[in-house]
Structures are given as structure tokens and as C-alpha cells.
């Protein structure tokens, strides 16, 4: 097991938020249980801004915890902040990673990120 | 908080009187091996009766024709016994035959050679994890200069057809070697009766001291040294000998084979047991390896729908110490190669648990095991977007093995 900071243990221990909305504004997944960890969060938008944010999560410690941590960060921000939001940051919040967990399990922010997307494209806001 | 560790293969207790058999070569007796004065005969002494323990354990008449060589490690005696025969060149050719699930230290150096020029052959093994001896007769040639496979698997316990296939060896005049650090102790080998010609075990397995382990060589086969220096272990392994670390391996092979068959039974009855709890009270559990044909102290399974090192720290937190083969517990980052060679599905390799029980495990404490890796199962597949995605669509791994 590797050394995780306390911050880390809490939110794996007392993960935040989790679940799947009910007809979600937007969805995002990332990763895949061949490598390990994988993510799916579902948010809720409104007035712009991101009004409830929940996930799954299939995965180590870290991918718990950076998790629950995203979903804390995303909530109540709008849009654009949320979109602002990196792995690296989250990995600040948590008081840091193993140096081995900052690639593979650091992924709550780009399947959040993937979510607000899917959401915007949804409404017409990015065309792919 | 109550404890229970079910890790046993990657550290036990070292055996109260093994631990006594050591300490006078701490004190007392500290002379060195090769001193031709008073001080030097007790520890030459004890290193030859180590000698004997540990070749009474696997069936080897020492002193004899025979030799026992003591290493600091298995890993170390497997890097003797490989790069050793290679380096002695005795048989020309270049290909060396393994198995797909073999242990680091013969894998790792095998695939140094295969970058001089080796021609390496891994043989598959079956869902159980069995190596088919007709694969192996087909693989032979007349370039292969050795075969190298395990007694049994450290991971899921699978015990293999030793004498087979040592036979089919010895029938093209090939070395055999086997790696026996899961299994000395733990179960019957002798080597008489299997034929191998080389063969690696540790103490550490078998309630022997960290840092003590041996290479059987039979007569004959002929091994260049690792490390050079002086003429200790018959100019094989060159340095002043570990005298205590090599004295409780012989004492800790001395009790093993004293109580194999008691030691065996009890902590085969535990694992027995575990098991039934374990796949009665939690649902979408599955068995890696053999049913029956396995070491007495292995059990592997895989949670399917969660991940390894999440269920390894939540039961940590409940005071329940396993491993895992998933590739967030492993420093590679890569998922078990064992289980891959089996045939476990990626996602099911994430969550497997070795659960590796000790003559210390106790019964009683079954029921508390079951209910805890029940709750940390349950918790973590609420959160687990696999679990979700089966119960809505009903797809699950049941039916793949």
C-alpha cells in the first residue's frame, strides 16, 4: 500500500457524493478496469453553473479519493471554472499523490471535464 | 484492534526456536567459518549441520554426492542456478525452457538473456495454471540447455507435475531446475524421487529468517559463481557465510520436516474453511487457480467489480492484512502476470486477493474475515460504475471460468 496523505485516507475513507444522477445534464467517463481505474460522473447544470455533481468510481485509493475530491471542487462552480479545474490541482487538494498514482488514478478531473462537455454539446454550445 | 494477517508468504514470525538456534552464533559462537583457530570450529560445525536440516527436508543425502549451497535468497539462488549452469557452459546451445508464471527471479533474468541471444521458451499454462508436459516434450530441441520450472506458484498455489517433467528432461540429457520457495516446507519434495537437478528454497517461507535461502545441486552439474572472492560454499559464493542466518534456516527446515504433515493439515483445514465462508456469504466471488491441487496455504480469489488495493486498505483498516495482484498494488503498475497466464479477465485480475493463511491462523476468526471482506465488498461495488452496469444490464463475469 503506499504512503497516502491524510487527506487522501479521509476522502477514501468518507468519500463524498457518491451515486449517479437521474437524468443527467451530462455524463463523462474515463479510464477503464484493464488499467485499473475508472470514473463516470454525472452532473446536474443550472443558471450555468454546477448544481450536483456524483460518480462512481471502480479503482484504488487515489482514484477514490481524487473522486470524491472533484466532485467537492465542482460543486456550485460555474462552467467554465469547473472547466479550469486540473488533475494537478486535485492532487494539490489532497495534499498530494504518489508520484506512481499522478498519471493513471488522476483522472477525476478529465471525467468531470467530459461530463460539462457532453452537457454543452447537448446544448448546442460546442459542435464537434 | 484486533489483527489478523493473511500475508504469511510475504512475512511470517521467525520460529521461537529457530530464533534460540541463532542467537549463541550472535555471541559465543561468532568465529568465522574459515578461521583456522578454536573459534572458527563451531560455526564450520553448524554451517555443515545446517547442511544436513535443510537437505533432510527435500530428500538429499548431505554430506554426500550432493551438495547444498546457502544464498541470502531465493531470488538469489534461482540467479545461481540459471546464470550459474549458463555460465559454465557445459551444454552448448541456446534455448532454455520456463513456464509463463514463473517467479520474478527466473523470469526477469531470463528476458536479460533473451536480449544476449537466448532463445527463451515460456510455456502456457491451463486455466488452473498447469504446465502441459506434452508442451513441454515439443518444446525441447537439441540447442536447450536447461528447463527451469517451479514446484508450485507462490500466488495461486497451483502445484505442478515435478517429476514429468523433470523426467522428460532428464530424457534428452537436459538440467532441470526448480524453484521450490512457495512450496518447501510446506509440502513433500524430495529430491531423489522428482530427479530435478537444481533446486531453490528460503527460510523466510518456512518460519526461517529473512535473508537465508539454498540452491540444491545435484553431482555433476557444474555452476559457475555469482560472486568471486573467496572459496566459501566451495567457491561458489564468495563472502564470510551468514553463520546465524544459515543456522535457523537449517533449524527452521529441521522443524518443518518434523511437522510437515500436521502443519500441512492445519492450515489446509483453515484455508478449507475460509473458502466455504468466503464464497457462501459473498456473491460474485471467484476462485483463481486449482480447486484442490494447491499449496495448503494459498487461496486466491477475485471480488469481481472492484479493485484490489481498495479492498486491501479497507480491510486493512479492519485490521486484516492480504495482497493483491492488481496493478495499483503492484510497483510496476502492472496487473498480475500469473493471472493473466491463467486466463482471469483484466477487470477480475483488478480485485483478486491472495489470502495466505500461517499456523498462527486461528478458526475463530473466520467468521469475522467473512463479515469484513462482505462489508468492504459490499460498500466498495455501491460505488463501482462496473457494479451498476451489471445490475442494470446484467452482464457479469460468472460464467468465465
Not at chain 1, 463523462?28 to 452532473?43: A, R, Y
Given at each position: 500500500m503506499p504512503m497516502y496523505s491524510e487527506k487522501v485516507m479521509e476522502h477514501f475513507t468518507n468519500p463524498r457524493n457518491i451515486g449517479e444522477i437521474e437524468d443527467p445534464d451530462g455524463v463523462g467517463e474515463e479510464g477503464n478496469p484493464v488499467c485499473g481505474d475508472m470514473m463516470k460522473f454525472t452532473i446536474k447544470v443550472k443558471d450555468n453553473r454546477i448544481e450536483d455533481v456524483k460518480y462512481f468510481t471502480f479503482g484504488c485509493g487515489a482514484a477514490i479519493a481524487v473522486s470524491s475530491m472533484v466532485s467537492e471542487m465542482a460543486k456550485g462552480k460555474t462552467l467554465e471554472e469547473a472547466l479550469q479545474i486540473t488533475n494537478k490541482q486535485v492532487a494539490e487538494e489532497l495534499g498530494g499523490l504518489p508520484p506512481n498514482k499522478m498519471h493513471c488514478s488522476n483522472l477525476g478531473a478529465d471525467a468531470l471535464r467530459k461530463a460539462i462537455r457532453d452537457y454543452m454539446e447537448k446544448q448546442g454550445e460546442v459542435k464537434q | 484492534m484486533k489483527t489478523i494477517n493473511l500475508d504469511y508468504t510475504a512475512a511470517a514470525p521467525v520460529d521461537e526456536a529457530v530464533l534460540e538456534a541463532m542467537i549463541p552464533y550472535f555471541r559465543e559462537h561468532y568465529g568465522n567459518p574459515s578461521s583456522g583457530h578454536t573459534l572458527g570450529e563451531k560455526p564450520r560445525e553448524a554451517l555443515e549441520e545446517a547442511r544436513e536440516k535443510v537437505g533432510r527436508l527435500i530428500g538429499a543425502e548431505i554430506p554426500g554426492k550432493d551438495q547444498i549451497i546457502f544464498t541470502a535468497s531465493a531470488s538469489e539462488a534461482n540467479n545461481l542456478a540459471l546464470k550459474g549452469i549458463i555460465a559454465a557452459g557445459k551444454k552448448k546451445g541456446n534455448r532454455i525452457i520456463t513456464s509463463a508464471i514463473e517467479h520474478f527471479s527466473i523470469l526477469n533474468q531470463l528476458k536479460s538473456l533473451e536480449k544476449e541471444g537466448y532463445d527463451i521458451v515460456r510455456l502456457p499454462v491451463d486455466g488452473y495454471g498447469l504446465v502441459d508436459p506434452d508442451q513441454l516434450e515439443e518444446a525441447i530441441t537439441d540447442q536447450t540447455i536447461l528447463i527451469s520450472i517451479q514446484v508450485a506458484n507462490p500466488e495461486i498455489g497451483t502445484i505442478q507435475?515435478?517429476?514429468?517433467?523433470?523426467?522428460?528432461?532428464?530424457?534428452?540429457?537436459?538440467?532441470?531446475?526448480?524453484?521450490?520457495?512457495?512450496?518447501?516446507?510446506?509440502?513433500?519434495?524430495?529430491?531423489?524421487?522428482?530427479?530435478?537437478?537444481?533446486?531453490?528454497?528460503?527460510?523466510?517461507?518456512?518460519?526461517?529468517?529473512?535473508?537465508?535461502?539454498?540452491?540444491?545441486?545435484?553431482?555433476?552439474?557444474?555452476?559457475?559463481?555469482?560472486?568471486?572472492?573467496?572459496?566459501?560454499?566451495?567457491?561458489?559464493?564468495?563472502?564470510?557465510?551468514?553463520?546465524?542466518?544459515?543456522?535457523?534456516?537449517?533449524?527452521?527446515?529441521?522443524?518443518?520436516?518434523?511437522?510437515?504433515?500436521?502443519?500441512?493439515?492445519?492450515?489446509?483445514?483453515?484455508?478449507?474453511?475460509?473458502?466455504?465462508?468466503?464464497?457462501?456469504?459473498?456473491?460474485?466471488?471467484?476462485?483463481?487457480?486449482?480447486?484442490?491441487?494447491r499449496l495448503p496455504r494459498n487461496l486466491n480469489v477475485s471480488v469481481e467489480f472492484v479493485e484490489g488495493e481498495a479492498l486491501l486498505m479497507r480491510l486493512n483498516m479492519a485490521g486484516i492484512y492480504v495482497s493483491s495482484g492488481s496493478s495499483c498494488t503492484s510497483q510496476a503498475l502492472k496487473s498480475s502476470h500469473v493471472l493473466e497466464a491463467i486466463g482471469v479477465p483484466p477487470e477480475l485480475a483488478q480485485g483478486s486477493l491472495l489470502l495466505a493463511p500461517g499456523r498462527e491462523s486461528r478458526e475463530e476468526d473466520i467468521p469475522y474475515i467473512t463479515e469484513q471482506l462482505a462489508q468492504v465488498a459490499e460498500l466498495l461495488r455501491k460505488m463501482s460504475p462496473l457494479y451498476h452496469q451489471y445490475l442494470k444490464e446484467g452482464k457479469d463475469n460468472a460464467n468465465v471460468q
Amino acid at each position: 500500500m503506499p504512503m497516502y496523505s491524510e487527506k487522501v485516507m479521509e476522502h477514501f475513507t468518507n468519500p463524498r457524493n457518491i451515486g449517479e444522477i437521474e437524468d443527467p445534464d451530462g455524463v463523462g467517463e474515463e479510464g477503464n478496469p484493464v488499467c485499473g481505474d475508472m470514473m463516470k460522473f454525472t452532473i446536474k447544470v443550472k443558471d450555468n453553473r454546477i448544481e450536483d455533481v456524483k460518480y462512481f468510481t471502480f479503482g484504488c485509493g487515489a482514484a477514490i479519493a481524487v473522486s470524491s475530491m472533484v466532485s467537492e471542487m465542482a460543486k456550485g462552480k460555474t462552467l467554465e471554472e469547473a472547466l479550469q479545474i486540473t488533475n494537478k490541482q486535485v492532487a494539490e487538494e489532497l495534499g498530494g499523490l504518489p508520484p506512481n498514482k499522478m498519471h493513471c488514478s488522476n483522472l477525476g478531473a478529465d471525467a468531470l471535464r467530459k461530463a460539462i462537455r457532453d452537457y454543452m454539446e447537448k446544448q448546442g454550445e460546442v459542435k464537434q | 484492534m484486533k489483527t489478523i494477517n493473511l500475508d504469511y508468504t510475504a512475512a511470517a514470525p521467525v520460529d521461537e526456536a529457530v530464533l534460540e538456534a541463532m542467537i549463541p552464533y550472535f555471541r559465543e559462537h561468532y568465529g568465522n567459518p574459515s578461521s583456522g583457530h578454536t573459534l572458527g570450529e563451531k560455526p564450520r560445525e553448524a554451517l555443515e549441520e545446517a547442511r544436513e536440516k535443510v537437505g533432510r527436508l527435500i530428500g538429499a543425502e548431505i554430506p554426500g554426492k550432493d551438495q547444498i549451497i546457502f544464498t541470502a535468497s531465493a531470488s538469489e539462488a534461482n540467479n545461481l542456478a540459471l546464470k550459474g549452469i549458463i555460465a559454465a557452459g557445459k551444454k552448448k546451445g541456446n534455448r532454455i525452457i520456463t513456464s509463463a508464471i514463473e517467479h520474478f527471479s527466473i523470469l526477469n533474468q531470463l528476458k536479460s538473456l533473451e536480449k544476449e541471444g537466448y532463445d527463451i521458451v515460456r510455456l502456457p499454462v491451463d486455466g488452473y495454471g498447469l504446465v502441459d508436459p506434452d508442451q513441454l516434450e515439443e518444446a525441447i530441441t537439441d540447442q536447450t540447455i536447461l528447463i527451469s520450472i517451479q514446484v508450485a506458484n507462490p500466488e495461486i498455489g497451483t502445484i505442478q507435475p515435478i517429476e514429468k517433467l523433470a523426467a522428460l528432461a532428464h530424457e534428452k540429457g537436459i538440467p532441470f531446475h526448480t524453484d521450490a520457495a512457495a512450496a518447501a516446507g510446506w509440502i513433500p519434495i524430495d529430491v531423489e524421487k522428482t530427479g530435478v537437478d537444481m533446486l531453490s528454497l528460503a527460510g523466510d517461507q518456512f518460519y526461517g529468517p529473512k535473508g537465508s535461502g539454498a540452491l540444491f545441486v545435484r553431482k555433476g552439474i557444474r555452476l559457475r559463481p555469482l560472486i568471486e572472492g573467496g572459496i566459501q560454499e566451495k567457491g561458489l559464493r564468495a563472502g564470510t557465510e551468514n553463520v546465524p542466518a544459515i543456522v535457523g534456516l537449517g533449524e527452521a527446515a529441521r522443524l518443518a520436516h518434523q511437522s510437515l504433515a500436521e502443519r500441512t493439515e492445519k492450515v489446509a483445514s483453515f484455508r478449507n474453511q475460509l473458502k466455504e465462508a468466503l464464497f457462501k456469504e459473498i456473491p460474485h466471488l471467484h476462485l483463481n487457480g486449482h480447486p484442490d491441487n494447491r499449496l495448503p496455504r494459498n487461496l486466491n480469489v477475485s471480488v469481481e467489480f472492484v479493485e484490489g488495493e481498495a479492498l486491501l486498505m479497507r480491510l486493512n483498516m479492519a485490521g486484516i492484512y492480504v495482497s493483491s495482484g492488481s496493478s495499483c498494488t503492484s510497483q510496476a503498475l502492472k496487473s498480475s502476470h500469473v493471472l493473466e497466464a491463467i486466463g482471469v479477465p483484466p477487470e477480475l485480475a483488478q480485485g483478486s486477493l491472495l489470502l495466505a493463511p500461517g499456523r498462527e491462523s486461528r478458526e475463530e476468526d473466520i467468521p469475522y474475515i467473512t463479515e469484513q471482506l462482505a462489508q468492504v465488498a459490499e460498500l466498495l461495488r455501491k460505488m463501482s460504475p462496473l457494479y451498476h452496469q451489471y445490475l442494470k444490464e446484467g452482464k457479469d463475469n460468472a460464467n468465465v471460468q
